[in-house]
């Protein structure tokens, strides 16, 4: 696919950022919108993006959207990522409800969950999370033409960390699933730096809406059914406001990533002996 390349050059003030952080945008956020394949680079050269329109569509699109179309776990651990602003119930930090789920394997997180594991929804749905390989795999490869050399550290990171903890013939340990909500203004946090993550979107039914934005750079992508966006996710994003229009509408985010602790994973074995040892410890207590 050939690509036209630009340039960003400068970004907004960081006092124009700021009161953006954790907000659904608006069309008043971007001045350019992708309609095209594009990369797009930053100031000193380095990739921001790249919009790689229908490379997911026809049979690879239409085989794995019953799986993704069933993940509808319901959270209110995404942030800012949930378009409003952390608050404390029972001590515990929370947000807005939405459907997002984390699919895959998760490190360590120490205090809550101090052992790493695959995460609630996979380890209840092995055979679902096994028929995505080919769709995680494709869109490895999808990375590794168009972004190498992050491909390339992401790729050996992954190759070091025990097998059971990465989606074999990728780059990838985690993906998230994101249904039908628009996300605030936020960057992703635990994945690897040096990396990128991989966003597909699968649409069906009618809704306006959602344009995935940068708005430090005021650069934004209406994503369409079976397109797929290599970004940093360490930008800060977000989307414009969904407006739903039929009742089957839907859009589906999938997020692959690479989680930087999962180096750290001991084998499957092990983390399952620290999990059993902590759920002994607090069934003891009781």
């Known amino acids: 696919m050939e690509l ?7 970004r907004i003030p960081k006092a124009e950022l700021d009161k953006k952080v954790g907000r659904i945008l608006t069309g008043d956020d971007y001045n350019v919108r992708l309609t095209g394949a594009t990369k797009v680079l930053g100031p000193g050269g380095q990739p921001l993006a790249v919009y790689l329109p229908g490379v997911l569509s026809g049979p690879l699109n239409e085989e794995h959207y019953p799986v993704l179309h069933g993940v509808k776990v319901q959270t209110d651990n995404r942030g800012l990522a949930s378009g409003s602003r952390k608050f404390k119930v029972n001590q515990q930090n929370r947000a807005n409800m939405v459907r997002s789920a984390i699919i895959g394997s998760f490190d360590n997180e120490k205090r809550r969950f ?66 039908t909500y628009p996300t605030g203004v936020h960057v992703d946090k635990g994945d690897l730096d040096a990396g990128f993550s ?10 306006s809406g959602g344009h995935l934005t940068l708005p430090e750079w005021r650069i934004a992508v209406d994503m369409q059914d079976g397109d797929l966006l290599l970004m940093d996710a360490h930008q800060w994003h977000g989307n414009t406001a969904l407006e739903l229009e039929s009742e089957d509408a839907e859009r589906i985010s999938l997020v692959l990533y690479y989680r930087t602790d999962m180096l750290a994973c001991g084998t499957a074995e092990e983390e399952l002996g620290k999990q059993i040892a902590v759920k002994t410890k607090v069934f003891s207590a009781v």
């Open 4 to 10: 036209t390349e630009i340039r960003v050059r400068s």
């Open 114 to 179: 101090p052992y790493c594991r695959t995460t609630a929804w996979t380890g209840k749905h092995t055979e679902e999370f096994s028929s995505l390989y080919p769709l995680f795999q494709y869109i490895g490869r999808q990375m590794e033409q168009y972004v190498p050399k992050r491909y390339a550290v992401q790729w050996a990171r992954a190759e070091a960390t025990d097998p059971a903890w990465r989606v074999p013939g990728t780059p990838f340990t985690t993906m998230t699933v994101n249904n």
């Open 198 to 207: 991989c966003l597909a979107v699968w649409r069906r039914g009618q809704y």
